[in-house]
């Protein structure tokens, strides 16, 4: 039977389906396992020991002395950024040249985990570094060499003393991706830091105690820190263990690995979809076949064996095919990611081939065998006259089984319970919602129709009457549509706000430059030389730091809140900056702007106050070089970051901050032609540091641009199996249709009014269908918006008319293609036929 249904093509839709579903899954997979293995291998390596004791100020002596107690070994490193200055330019036309660094001083022992690699020029073969900078020296990386125009042996200016430069830094361990780490990395020795002159009060710097050794002794270290740290107890003090190593890397990878699990839990959707389809096709197609063996005597147990085993061997090979097609699409996936994987992975295991197969067995018993299990239950005189009775509810009843193993299927494929669930959730409450609307305004539109009072023409009271007549096979048509729509809608939605958001390339003028610790006796003079410099957009903002400390009369600290983005927020300080208009880039979204006021009054970023659960009427307490500021949220702003300019999460009236110690800051965009500019301020002011994120947006987009394309390979096994969803819902009632037009040619009805019954009826079907799917894609984009890639989804009117143009297309074409033969021949033959 296998073999003639192979041979006849009725088996091409059930396994095409199928091995789309499992490459999705198994390419997602096999990429997935690889990224968790090397993370494994590679964690200790990535932080440089086995756990980190993090400050903003030196490290307290208990936590060295309990490592030594346990006897691990330590090393220290102290992270900051400042000016580093050359002598550098053409032979003969030395000039100061200042560029902001990353300055890592490091003790002797570090690190205690893998090893740096150092080369001795630029380009030269490297090597695995020994120790650290010897005295008097430093390491620098390739891009600090290049923006200070020196070469390995010159002299560099740090603080008040004079390094050389006795090698290039090829790769370091545990950079991370701190703002401070986008600057050029220059490397020293940490005894001679304070030679520098570089920390002193209100410095911004990074201490940190590295700390390795056993298992059981890191163990017992972690759990004498927590006691210590854990619950606000050590202000400023965090931890890092293996887990939390590279933390930015480890979310930008979670939030495209996010993503492509989503394409490829709504392709495996779309295949189950498809594969039902099909499945009612072929029983339709099968139902004479069965009646006859039926009569001829075979049991209802040798029915179901014969179709268990037909479609567990289509299962196998489904899955294996797809397996096969998941591994290599798993290699194209690493080739679009680029560098940003740029260690050895190792190979995948046999979990995600497992997992791959078992969706397709799922996907096939769960919804291929359920249209089939009632032929095996009724009496064979039933099945001839096509009464189904009460076996019909034995499908309902396998339909809920594999619903329900395919929706645990998901949540294992998202690999967390929260995508998964949506995902799951969306589509189950989305069919039983469709099915419902659908035979709802199918039976409200048949009796509009059919009203004296409503002149629908023929045409449509006929199409109309025909939905509602067989309306569980046209609701199913409807929904599966509807269904298909919808992912395909999601993927779109999704993709363009958050990722074509992402890769829109950034305004030719956008600011580039920023200058910070600009002090209160240097604004007017630093004001001046910008504007002789013609960078008349750079407008000085005031910025103070204050300290949030309560909300609402309640104490404000760590472990108030659960995320961890928060958990950071409140344990630092804020920078609050005051003025009387609103920015240009900025617009309220909630309360009112407080405008020209001398009450203190605070309008707070709308990303905030969702973070620590802020709203307007609440009153904050802020602690600003120890005075306290209590302030109501009278508005909350929408910023857009995108402009680069500078922004503050909060803003409050000159009159409630202008009393207190303030730096400035400004950004302004400079052509890099134009760089001189920057190095004379630089020389007249070298308490000033400034930034040049034009290397950080490009690194930015470089890593997004390889996202998007990973995103786009998988995005094509979604719309192939779009395709099949769309094919195979049209299909499914292909035969009925067929015959209708062919009864109604015979019954006398001209070209004219068979065309225009079918047009009507796949209009309805198109539009009803695009209609819910708009609707069901925005709804579950919002909540994946909010839930699992946490940002916000605008709703777009444009989806509806959208879906249901693209509803209407898709049925009009699919109905055309099916049924225009039948229009060119003879009524009795097409009756024949049918």
Same mark, same amino acid.
Do not use: C, K
């Given at each position: 039977m296998t073999a003639r249904d192979w041979r006849a093509g009725e088996l091409t839709m059930l396994l095409l389906a199928l091995v789309l579903a499992v490459?999705? =899954?198994? #390419?997602?997979?096999?990429?997935?396992?690889?990224?968790?293995q090397g993370l494994e291998r590679d964690a200790r390596r990535m932080i440089a020991s086995d756990f980190i004791v993090r400050s903003d100020h030196p490290v307290d002596s208990g936590f060295v002395t309990k490592a030594k107690a346990l006897d691990l070994r330590t090393a220290t490193t102290v992270i900051f950024a400042s000016m580093i200055s050359s002598k550098g330019g053409a032979a003969g036309e030395a000039q100061s040249i200042a560029r902001l660094a990353a300055v890592k001083a490091v003790s002797s022992a570090y690190p205690l985990r893998g090893a740096l690699r150092i080369a001795p020029a630029l380009g030269a073969p490297d090597r695995p570094a020994n120790a650290v900078p010897a005295s008097g020296t430093v390491w620098v990386d390739a891009q600090l060499l290049d923006a200070l125009h020196v070469r390995v042996g010159d002299p560099v200016q740090v603080g008040t003393r004079t390094f050389t430069i006795s090698a290039v830094i090829t790769r370091e361990l545990d950079r991370g991706f701190a703002f401070v780490n986008f600057a050029p990395r220059l490397m020293m020795r940490d005894d001679e830091l304070a030679s520098t002159g570089l920390i002193g009060y209100g410095s911004r710097v990074? *201490? +940190? @105690? @590295?700390v390795a050794g056993s298992d059981a002794a890191v163990e017992q270290?972690?759990? &004498?820190?927590?006691? +210590?740290v854990d619950g606000g107890k050590m202000r400023g003090v965090a931890l890092e263990s293996l887990q939390d190593g590279q933390p930015q890397v480890r979310q930008t990878l979670d939030r495209a690995g996010h993503f492509l699990t989503l394409v490829a839990l709504l392709t495996a959707l779309l295949a189950?979809?498809?594969?039902? $389809?099909? #499945?009612h096709r072929y029983m339709r197609r099968h139902l004479d076949g069965c009646a006859v063996m039926r009569c001829l005597g075979l049991g209802q147990a040798s029915m179901r064996a014969l179709f268990t085993l037909e479609f567990l061997m289509l299962g196998l090979a489904g899955g294996v095919l797809g397996v096969a097609l998941g591994f290599a699409g798993h290699w194209a996936l690493l080739a679009?990611?680029?560098? @940003?994987?740029?260690?050895?992975?190792? @190979?995948?295991?046999?979990w995600p081939a497992l997992e791959g197969i078992a969706a397709g067995l799922v996907l096939l018993l769960g919804f291929a065998l359920p249209p089939l299990l009632p032929l095996t239950r009724v009496p064979p005189v039933r099945v001839l006259r096509r009464e189904w009775g009460e076996a019909g509810r034995t499908a309902w009843y396998a339909y809920t089984l594999g619903i329900a193993l395919f929706a645990g299927l998901l949540v294992l494929a998202a690999g967390e319970l929260k995508l998964g669930g949506i995902v799951a959730g969306g589509f189950a409450a989305g069919m039983l919602v469709f099915v419902g609307i659908s035979r709802a305004v199918l039976w409200g539109a048949a009796r509009i129709a059919r009203s004296e009072r409503v002149n629908a023409g023929i045409g449509w009271r006929y199409a109309l009457a025909s939905l509602e007549r067989r309306s569980a096979a046209s609701a199913l048509q409807i929904t599966a549509l509807a269904i298909g729509l919808m992912c395909l809608l999601l993927i779109a939605i999704t993709r363009d706000d958050l990722v074509a958001g992402w890769r829109k390339s950034t305004p030719p003028d956008a600011p580039n430059e920023f200058i910070i610790d600009i002090q209160a006796d240097q604004k007017a003079a630093v004001e001046r030389y910008l504007a002789a410099q013609g960078m008349r957009d750079a407008v000085l903002e005031p910025m103070v730091k204050g300290r949030l400390i309560s909300i609402n009369g309640k104490p404000v600290n760590p472990e108030s809140y659960k995320n961890d983005d928060a958990k950071r927020l409140v344990d630092r300080e804020f920078n609050l900056s005051y003025r009387t208009t609103l920015p240009d880039d900025n617009r309220i979204v909630g309360g009112t702007w407080y405008g020209d006021t001398a009450k203190p009054q605070i309008s707070i970023e709308e990303g905030l106050a969702k973070l620590i659960g802020v709203k307007t009427g609440d009153v904050l307490r802020f602690d600003v070089t120890g005075l306290p500021i209590d302030a109501p949220v009278t508005s909350v702003r929408k910023l857009d970051w995108g402009s680069f300019k500078v922004n503050f999460f909060v803003l409050m009236p000159p009159a409630a901050l202008d009393t207190f110690p303030a730096? *400035?800051?400004? #950004? &302004?965009h400079l052509p890099p032609e134009r760089r001189a500019v920057i190095d004379d301020l630089i020389a007249d002011y070298p308490s000033l540091t400034a930034i040049d994120i034009a290397p950080i947006l490009a690194q930015m987009q470089r890593v997004l641009s390889q996202v998007i394309g990973a995103v786009q390979f998988l995005f094509a096994f979604t719309l192939a199996a779009g395709v099949l969803v769309l094919y195979a819902?049209?299909?499914?009632?292909?035969?009925?249709? $067929?015959?209708? #037009?062919? =009864? =109604?040619?015979?019954?006398?009805?001209?070209?004219?009014q068979v065309r225009a019954v079918q047009v009507a009826e796949f209009v309805a079907v198109g539009a009803l269908a695009g209609l819910m799917g708009a609707l069901g894609a925005q709804t579950l984009g919002s909540v994946l918006a909010t839930r699992v890639f946490e940002f916000y989804l605008d709703f777009d009117p444009w989806v509806l008319p959208v879906g249901v143009a693209a509803g209407v297309a898709c049925a009009g074409l699919g109905g055309w293609l099916s049924l225009r033969h039948v229009l060119m021949r003879p009524a009795a033959q097409s009756l024949r036929d049918a």
């Open positions: 490459a999705a =899954l198994t #390419s997602v997979g096999f990429l997935a396992d690889r990224l968790h990074t *201490y +940190r @105690l @590295l270290f972690a759990d &004498f820190a927590h006691g +210590r189950a979809v498809a594969i039902a $389809m099909a #499945s679009w990611l680029g560098n @940003l994987i740029d260690v050895q992975l190792p @190979l995948p295991g046999v730096t *400035y800051i400004t #950004s &302004f819902a049209l299909a499914g009632t292909r035969d009925e249709r $067929m015959r209708e #037009s062919a =009864l =109604l040619r015979a019954l006398g009805a001209s070209h004219r």
